[in-house]
């Protein structure tokens, strides 16, 4: 049997800060994860990155089914969740984006920076020192705000902090890995844990489900016993973007001289652009060489006339990662089946939205955006959650503490039970929303 105040199911930056702000109050927990035994695993069909040397981080079992075919979103299964491989920018919302998370700009904003002051990172200004003017009508740049990680040459991944926290409270908590919980029940005064081949007691005073949106979802559907749920995405486009005018970026040696060595793909400069009720955000990422076959490959058989061009001109080329916010995204409906959940309707939202119409808003800061589009699959962009489950056609959703009805004291506090995805970055702004529903929870005891 589990023993502790408080249990929390998922080693990622919501898992891991929540458990910080219980033992901060003095309270004993235990952490788990899926974490196990590190496999190289590849995955061409999900064509995820890295997935050739950090294939321990997805769990490629357990996938959605589209068609009959692996699809996103997938579950993790390493310590520090999908930390390990994205998560890197650690920018706010915008005021907008805020204000529909639910949360005042004043309790955000005190959050974010207490956030902030936790994750050791820099401000990569090499982009954006090149512009004279960070502010328009059209558009708004931000310096990248990019958590590092040990010896400053990798991103911050969360299992660094739960290290941290097991040195520190050594006798107030406990790890545990290995455990793939599939769904949780009650049994008088003791929680049960469901995996694939057992059940493990738990005598706590409450769980934290923080597995990321499509495990937790998964747990909450069978929960109440449903057959269907939603989860809603940010979705992602690519485009390759020209720089016209001055260079924004030196020699070659000169660019390897930051924090992060040359290789790692990290963004260097933040473009938002306002449209009406919404903000889109774009991050900007140096032209590998991958990216560069990519984009010949797409030109088909007019690479031969381009191929010769693009590796004249890749100093001025550049990548664009386009986030939609959610309520400019699709959502899919899952159906829970013996294997793996299936999509079985994908549902794009009323309100469109078009990467090209921004065409204009990059001329004004010396980009030429190439309409050359690749579309990541649904969930991408791994930004995704406000959930909703179902049980015979009747939905269930999460109250502004990430309880379901009849379900008191299991709290989903990830993604979840978020009501909106923002657009572009988002590690932050979702643990962010974690900490608000934990103050609100315990300032209500």
Known sequence: MISANYLIIGTGPIGVFTGKYLLEKNKSIVIIDNSEKQSFQKSI???????????????FDHTALYKNKDTLPISSKAKGGFTKVWGGTLNR????EIEKLGI??????????????????IEYDDVYSNFHKNKSKFYEIEKPLLGVGLNNNETWS?????????????????????????????????????????IIEVNVEKIFV?????????????MIKGEKFTISDSELSVWPIFKFGKKIRGPEEKREINAFSK???????????????????????????ESVNTIIERLGLFSVIFKPLINLLKDRLFLVFVYK??????????????????????KKQQKKLYVM????????????????????????????????????????????????????NIHFIDSTSIKFIPSGPFTVSSIVNSVNILEKLFNDQ
């Not at 916010?325 to 309707?345: A, G, M, R, T, Y």
């Open 325 to 346: 916010d959610s309520f400019h995204s699709k959502e899919s409906l899952f159906e829970i089946s013996q294997k793996k959940p299936k999509i079985i309707k994908i």
């Open 158 to 198: 969360s299992d660094l902090l739960l290290d941290k926290l097991l040195k520190k409270y050594d006798t107030k908590i406990e790890y545990l890995n290995n455990i793939n919980v599939t769904n949780i029940s009650k049994s008088g005064k003791i929680f049960q844990l469901h995996t694939e081949n057992k």
């Open 263 to 289: 290789d790692k793909a990290i963004a260097k400069l933040l473009i938002k652009f306002n449209k009406r009720d919404t903000e889109v955000k774009c991050q900007l990422y140096d032209l590998n060489e």
């Open 104 to 121: 005042s700009k004043e309790k955000y904003l005190e959050i974010y920076f207490s956030i902030l002051n936790q994750i050791p990172h």
């Open 45 to 59: 069909k999900l064509n995820l990155k890295d997935s050739n040397t950090k294939g321990h981080v997805y769990d």
């Open 357 to 408: 119409t921004f065409f204009y808003n990059f001329l004004k800061l010396g980009f030429f955006l190439i309409p050359i589009k690749y579309k990541f699959k649904n969930y991408g962009s791994f930004h995704s959650g406000n959930s909703i489950v179902y049980k015979n056609n009747i939905e269930y959703q999460f109250d502004d503490q990430g309880v379901l009805d009849n379900f008191d």
């Open 93 to 96: 919302a915008s005021e907008k």
């Open 210 to 222: 923080c597995s990321g949106s499509f495990t937790s979802t998964k747990i909450a559907t069978k």
